[in-house]
């Protein structure tokens, strides 16, 4: 017992260090340039992941994503500027939108039967506005705020057992022959909060590193949680972007070139990254709240790693991306793992 409340205290107490550096960046910090000089153009970006590309077909399988964010405009101006911002102040805004749809299935997938011990099967079809905020603190550390509202529908109606049974049929993949079983429908909602900040570790002559700590909170029917955890990146010229984000993550990606530029020179870098959840409520687990449907006993905390490539060339982000995420319910018996492959145009 005395080691449960020890790791939970850990826990808590490294989402409390990582808020901290967020909002109260003391002199200490490294600095940055503001960001409203040098404001990014419009991106749209093409997100896969899949657990196939790990060697693996169980739980969280596929995901699909496209999104699009417009070029950065001033913040002291339409609606963004009514926002209140606590602990930093806002340069550039951007607004964007995104489309995607998650599927998830038990490990079983010849079984007819409902599997009362396992991961439901389901579907997650979503759309969703995106607010963007970047500016720096007090202590000059360049942060990326993300706001974004979700609106979608779990269920039959999110055509995840279609979009499933044709990529398996396409690839000659086992059928799943349970989504009989999935989760009813019902309409999901998720508010997703997410700051980021950027400190600049060293800068050497052949390859610079920096890290990029954040926090944030989902509120919803879809996900309910608390999030903390760091990206540490390493390469050449490292953007002055806040990492890579995978599609399950509370941010999303901000990149886009300078509208100043009107081409980068190739550049690289690797990542690892590591992020803690404290889980409140999960619908692909906990099922639905107001009527019988398959459920397991979720576990309050879990743990992602992730590590990865992105390339850039010219106006073209490409990257690569395996995540490894740690037991997500009672019973599963090892970690889960996904890669993930992201195309970005930026213009």
């Known amino acids: 017992m005395s080691k449960i409340i020890t790791n939970r205290l850990l826990r808590a107490g490294l989402g409390g260090l990582l808020a901290a550096g967020c909002l109260r960046a003391g002199a200490g910090g490294a600095t940055g340039a503001d960001p409203a000089a040098d404001r990014r ?30 070029a950065e405009d001033r913040a002291d101006r339409g609606l963004a500027a009514r926002l209140p911002a606590v602990g930093f102040q806002p340069s550039a805004v951007r607004w964007g939108g995104e489309l995607g749809q998650s599927i998830y299935t038990p490990e079983n997938l010849a079984a007819r039967l409902p599997q009362t011990y396992d991961r439901p099967y389901a579907g997650w079809l979503y759309t969703g506005a995106v607010l963007q905020r970047r500016g720096l603190t007090a202590g000059s550390l360049p942060t990326l705020e993300n706001i974004r509202l979700q609106l979608g529908v779990i269920g039959p109606d999110s055509f995840a057992q279609e979009q499933q049974e044709w990529a398996h049929f396409a690839g000659g993949f086992q059928r799943a022959r349970g989504w009989d079983n999935q989760l009813p429908n019902k309409p999901g909602l998720a508010l997703k909060v997410q700051r980021a ?9 052949v390859a ?14 879809v996900d309910t949680s608390l999030r903390a955890g760091a990206q540490l990146r390493l390469g050449g010229r490292l953007p002055d972007d806040f990492g890579r984000q995978t599609i399950d993550a509370l941010a999303i990606s901000d ?7 009107a081409a980068s020179p190739p550049t690289w870098y690797v990542f690892a990254g590591v992020e803690g959840r404290a889980v409140g409520y999960n619908a692909f687990l906990d099922g639905n709240m107001f009527q019988s449907s398959l459920s397991v006993d ?24 395996i995540a490894f995420r740690s037991e997500e319910f009672v019973g599963q018996d090892r970690w889960d793992d996904f890669g993930a492959i992201t195309l970005r145009w930026n213009f």
């Open 41 to 70: 153009g419009a991106v749209l970006e093409v997100d896969e992941e899949n657990d196939w590309f790990a060697g693996t077909d169980r739980h969280y399988t596929q995901g699909a994503r496209i999104v699009y964010l417009g």
């Open 197 to 205: 900040c950027r400190l600049a570790a060293w800068q050497g002559s």
């Open 208 to 221: 610079d590193v920096d890290v990029i700590p954040h926090v944030g909170a989902s509120l919803g029917n």
């Open 298 to 321: 979720k576990r309050p905390f879990v743990f992602e790693l992730q590590s990865g490539l992105v390339i850039q060339w010219s106006r073209v982000d490409l990257s690569f991306v």
């Open 255 to 261: 990149g886009g070139r300078p509208v100043s530029l």
